[in-house]
Every structure is written in C-alpha cells, then in structure tokens.
C-alpha cells in the first residue's frame, strides 16, 4: 500500500474506532459520515474498499500476516500456538473489539480458517479433511479469543489456565500439529 493510501486508511480506522467508541450502531455508519469524521472524500472510501467492513478486514488481513512472520520465528506446537494466538489478539483488542462491533465474526472465522489451512497444507489430508479442519479450528480459536478477552484477565496463570483448557477441548490440536 502506497504511503497516501496507508495515511487514508490509518485515518479511516481511527474513525471507525471513534464510531465505535461513541456507541453508533456499525449498520447506521454511511459512507458520508465516515468520509466526514476520517477527514478523506467519499470517493477514496469507494475507491479503495467494497464495503464499510472492508477497511476492518484490511487492517485483519495486515495482522494476521504479522501474527504469522512471528510464528515462522519459533517452532510451535499446540500449547505455544494458543498462547501466541491469545497474547497477539491481547496486544491488539481493539481491532478485535471493532471486527466485533462491525459484526464481522464469519470474517474473522473465514481469515482464521485460511491462515489454519496454510499450516494444514503440508499434510497429507485431502483437501475436504483440510477444510473441514481447519474451519473447526477458525471457530474454536475465534471463540476462545472472544470469550479470553471478554474476561479481560490476561494474567500468567489465566493464558495458561486458558491454554490447558484448549489443549483438552482440542486433544492437543492434534489434526494440527500432529507429527507423524
């Protein structure tokens, strides 16, 4: 993204996040109040998003590809990958806050379910076992993500209260990082 474009999108999250913050219902934002509260014209609103949801799953998708430099960083097995997951998201609540607000929670879902199956593709499962997987995995993460935050205790002994739980739900997240 070239830096006039990163400085109109930086603009419109903030707003978005004004939106949210001062309790408007995501559905009754328009085009015109967010061109007017981010300080950029309507057409560069239309210009560069399909959706008043799309500047929210642009700033995901740029999360998610951070989340995932740092996971090549570090071997990582299921106790590391739930932690990680819960600290990143910690770190980063307020764009989950607004994927929440804006009800973008089958998006959430979907871009989870995509990053899950890259780390599915060098298995040997066929492709509608990948899926499958992977989509079971989205859910259970995005749910565990929600109901960690909601709790807003992000002590030690509450990520690893948390971790445990996931690992037992999930037998060891043993579709995904199952070594044969």
């Known amino acids: 993204m070239d830096k006039r474009r990163t400085v109109s999108h930086n603009k419109i999250i903030k707003a978005l996040s004004q939106f949210a913050e001062e309790g408007h219902p995501f559905i009754e934002v328009t085009?015109?109040?967010?061109?007017?509260?981010?300080?950029?014209?309507?057409?560069?609103?239309?210009?560069?998003?399909?959706?008043?949801?799309?500047?929210?799953?642009?700033?995901?998708?740029?999360?998610?590809?951070?989340?995932?430099?740092?996971?090549?960083?570090?071997?990582?097995?299921?106790?590391?990958?739930?932690?990680?997951?819960?600290?990143?998201?910690?770190?980063?609540?307020?764009?989950?806050?607004?994927?929440?607000?804006?009800?973008?929670?089958?998006?959430?879902?979907?871009?989870?379910?995509?990053?899950?199956?890259?780390?599915?593709?060098?298995?040997?499962?066929?492709?509608?076992?990948?899926?499958?997987?992977?989509?079971?995995y989205a859910a259970t993460v995005v749910s565990f993500i929600r109901t960690f935050i909601a709790n807003h205790d992000f002590s030690d002994s509450a990520v690893t209260e948390t971790v445990t739980l996931f690992n037992q739900l999930t037998n060891n997240c043993g579709q995904l990082f199952f070594h044969s």
């Open 31 to 136: 085009v015109a109040d967010l061109a007017k509260k981010a300080a950029v014209s309507r057409p560069t609103i239309y210009r560069n998003y399909l959706t008043l949801k799309y500047p929210l799953l642009v700033q995901l998708q740029f999360k998610m590809n951070d989340f995932t430099n740092s996971l090549e960083r570090q071997p990582i097995d299921s106790s590391t990958f739930i932690r990680l997951t819960l600290t990143y998201w910690q770190q980063n609540i307020k764009l989950l806050n607004l994927l929440i607000w804006a009800d973008s929670i089958d998006e959430l879902n979907h871009t989870f379910s995509s990053w899950i199956g890259k780390l599915l593709a060098n298995r040997h499962l066929s492709k509608r076992d990948q899926k499958y997987i992977a989509n079971f």
